[in-house]
Nanobody, 125 residues
Framework: QVQLVESGGGGLVQAGGSLSLSCAGS?????MGWFRQAPGKKRELVAT????????YYGDSVKGRFTISRDNAKNTAYLQSHSLKPEDTGVYYC????????????????????WGQGTQVTVSS
């Protein structure tokens, strides 16, 4: 069983600011993703990364502002962001799934089997 534990800079952030989130619990045999859910909205993909770390994909709304990365030696994935906007507000979840290829990533939440506990991020204008 995989247990994902999120940590990092959740909470209240001013618009234009930055934050970093971490997700510990899975290694290179797992693809990882970060999703977020705003109040009253469906959960959406923020970014995903392959098990090797060599392939990444970003949601359109965060391209150029968010960066996903991983350190397989530490079994940890990261989400770094800058130029935050109020519309980035939501609960951020990391997710993992066993990957058939170290270069594969997955963009749909139903592709993932394991989820972190969620971290609230609120961006004030």
């Amino acid at each position: 069983q995989v247990q994902l534990v999120e940590s990092g800079g959740g909470g209240l952030v001013q618009a234009g600011g930055s934050l970093s989130l971490s997700c510990a619990g899975s290694g290179r045999t797992f693809a990882m993703g970060w999703f977020r859910q705003a109040p009253g909205k469906k959960r959406e993909l923020v970014a995903t990364i392959s098990g090797s770390g060599g392939s990444t994909y970003y949601g359109d709304s965060v391209k150029g502002r968010f960066t996903i990365s991983r350190d397989n030696a530490k079994n940890t994935a990261y989400l770094q962001s800058h130029s935050l906007k109020p519309e980035d507000t939501g609960v951020y979840y990391c997710a993992a799934r066993r990957s058939i290829s170290s270069s594969a990533y997955y963009v749909h939440e139903n592709d993932y089997d394991y989820w972190g506990q969620g971290t609230q991020v609120t961006v004030s204008s």
